[in-house]
Structure formats: structure tokens, C-alpha cells
């Protein structure tokens, strides 16, 4: 009762400060918090409807399905749809992402200190600090991180608000093809989606409810509401930029130790868990190649999504979702297994043309 009570507040909080933690570091990719285009806001909050919610369903029935974290789970879930060994590999791929994300995090934090903080040190020697900070603050339990990522967050948001930082006005403009690929990017990878975080977070509360609704609406309102909070920040004062930092610290550890959670839980050698965290986080303190590694940010996340819906929507049984979802009308799954088998997998390719359009050009 406590572990479902705990989990109730537990992945919403994560969503939300979390949420807001990684479109703070993938905005700038997209050029939102210069421009402030209203047309790419609007299209941002719709493909928070029509792709975010379809796949945080995703996540939570998988998570009711299977009883375990994502990497364990897939052995259990291919069996269960005669599908190849192959599908696992999405497992994998996401948990290696997830300290990779950790240190893009790390590096936009870095690069923060060294333009707000006036610190003497190079970026690259900043980030190895925070990085090994955030490696030892894994270790802390995560109720006391998250809460310092949420209170983070809001200090910093507050902040900027009180310290006069000016937004630019909202403009309307024309809808471009390339900004399909930012939106897609901003409403999956930086709301946390595919890589299993609130499915390993909510498992006490999905064992014992029947509706995966319960769960899944105070995760996505979370997310919503880190969107519509962005919309009021700018880093443009010391203060609210360092106050960004800690949360963005802590967040990156909460990332850190759900991937280690996952590992463990494939009985991987302490010492390869280990390594893994600290290869994929501190590849990012190699000069020179940021702009390569934000790029396969954007995209691995979305492969990631992309793998975990077509999976979910053309390869599990039809009946193992629908007991697991338990939606109140036969319409609301029809309508969420359109959205997994076609609107998503069509969305996330599309996307991925428009961003390595935009990288090519």
C-alpha cells in the first residue's frame, strides 16, 4: 500500500520535472525559445494529444502486461507474441540511451555554468565534473531527487519571472516542414516517452488498478504542464540559470539510477552497470562533436518510439493490450490502436526525414 500510495505523486512529479528538464535542453535545437512561433506551439500541444498520450498508454499497458521494468520485461513480452529475439533489442537500446540523455543533460548544464557562472574552467571539464556529481547522487533515494528536480524546477521558473527576464512576443507564422520533425521530437524524447521511465516508475500503482487511465492521465497532464511552463522561462540571469543546473543535475542522477534499476534487474554484473552509466554519460565531454551527438539524440530517441509501436500495435496479440488498457469503451481502443499503428509509426517517420533534412541542409 505504501510503494502504490508513493507511486501515485512519484511518475507524475518525474513527468513533470523531468519533462521540463529535457525540452529545456532540446528547445534551443529548435530554435522555439528565440522565435516563440505560435503555430509551432500549437502544433507542439497536438502532437502532445495525438503521439504522447497514444505511447504513455503504451508504456503503462506493457507495464501491466509484463510486471517488471522494460529491459527484464521484453523476454516475457516476446514470448508471449511469438516474435523474434530481435524485438529485445529495443530494450537495450533504450536503456543505453537513457544515460546517454543523462549526459547531453549534463553537457547543456556545463555549458550553462560556463556562461552564467563566469567559471574558469573549459565546458568540457565543467561537464565532467557535474557528470561524476550526478553518478554520485544515483545513489541517493529517488523520492529525494525527484523532489529536488520539481522544487528545482519551479525556482528556477519563478526566478526568471521575478528577475525581469523578457521573452520576445509571440509571432504567427507559416508552418514548415521541418518543424513536424522538432514538434514530434519536443512531445516524445523530451517528455521521457520509450524508454520505459514511467513504466518502471508506476509498477506498484498498475499492479493493482484495472484501468491503465488512472494512471496514464496524471503522467500526461504532468507532461502538458511542463510544455505550457516552458513557455514562460528564459535562462537570461545568473540565479534562475544555476537554480536550472541543479535540477538538471539531479534529473540526469534520476536517469542514472532508473537505467541502473533495469540492469540489475537483468542480473548484470555490478562493474558492467557501472560502465555502461559512466561510457554512454561521459562520451559527451569529447571536444569538438556536440552538434553530431545532439543529432543522434534526436533521432535515437525516436527510433526508440518508432520500434516500441510497431511492436506494440502490429506484432503483441490484440487481446494482451486490451485487458491490460481495460479501457471503459471498445471506441477508446480502436481509436488509441489506429493512433499506435498508423498515426505513430507515420508521425515518427516523418519526422525523422524532417530532421535529417534539416541536419543535411
Not at 535545437?29 to 502532437?47: K, N, S
Not at 533504450?94 to 557562472?117: D, E, K, M, R
Request: charge should be positive; proline fraction near 3%.
Amino acid at each position: 500500500m505504501q510503494d502504490n500510495a508513493m507511486s501515485r505523486w512519484l511518475s507524475p512529479l518525474m513527468a513533470f520535472g523531468l519533462s521540463f528538464i529535457i525540452i529545456a535542453t532540446l528547445a534551443p535545437m529548435t530554435g522555439i525559445q528565440v522565435e516563440r512561433q505560435l503555430d509551432f506551439w500549437l502544433l507542439w500541444l497536438a502532437t502532445m494529444l495525438i503521439l504522447a498520450l497514444p505511447i504513455t498508454y503504451l508504456e503503462i499497458a506493457l507495464a501491466k502486461r509484463s510486471k517488471t521494468t522494460a529491459l527484464q520485461a521484453l523476454l516475457s513480452l516476446t514470448r508471449d507474441a511469438d516474435a523474434s529475439q530481435k524485438w529485445r533489442l529495443v530494450g537495450w537500446l533504450a536503456v543505453v540511451f537513457i544515460p546517454f540523455l543523462a549526459g547531453g543533460l549534463l553537457s547543456n548544464a556545463a555549458q550553462i555554468l560556463n556562461q552564467y557562472a563566469a567559471a574558469d574552467l573549459a565546458s568540457h571539464v565543467l561537464f565532467v565534473i557535474v557528470a561524476i556529481f550526478a553518478l554520485a547522487l544515483s545513489l541517493v533515494p529517488r523520492q529525494i531527487l525527484l523532489l529536488c528536480t520539481a522544487v528545482a524546477v519551479v525556482a528556477a521558473l519563478v526566478l526568471s519571472m521575478v528577475m525581469g527576464s523578457e521573452l520576445p512576443a509571440w509571432q504567427v507564422t507559416s508552418i514548415e516542414f521541418s518543424e513536424w520533425g522538432s514538434a514530434t521530437v519536443l512531445a516524445l524524447v523530451a517528455s521521457g516517452l520509450g524508454m520505459g521511465l514511467y513504466w518502471q516508475t508506476s509498477l506498484p500503482q498498475v499492479q493493482q488498478q484495472s484501468a491503465a487511465t488512472s494512471t496514464v492521465l496524471p503522467i500526461w497532464i504532468a507532461q502538458l504542464l511542463a510544455v505550457v511552463a516552458f513557455a514562460f522561462f528564459a535562462v537570461q540571469a545568473q540565479i534562475p540559470a544555476l537554480a536550472l543546473v541543479v535540477a538538471t543535475v539531479a534529473a540526469a542522477a534520476v536517469l542514472l539510477q532508473l537505467a541502473r534499476e533495469q540492469l540489475a534487474q537483468r542480473q548484470m554484473a555490478v562493474a558492467i552497470q557501472w560502465i555502461v552509466l559512466i561510457a554512454a554519460t561521459l562520451v559527451w565531454a569529447i571536444p569538438a562533436i556536440g552538434p553530431v551527438f545532439n543529432f543522434a539524440l534526436l533521432l535515437w530517441g525516436l527510433v526508440i518510439c518508432l520500434i516500441y509501436a510497431i511492436f506494440a500495435g502490429w506484432i503483441m496479440k490484440i487481446s494482451h493490450l486490451r485487458k491490460a488498457m481495460n479501457f471503459s469503451s471498445e471506441a477508446f481502443y480502436n481509436i488509441w490502436r489506429i493512433a499506435v499503428r498508423v498515426v505513430l509509426p507515420v508521425s515518427i517517420v516523418v519526422a525523422m526525414v524532417a530532421l535529417i533534412g534539416q541536419w543535411i541542409a
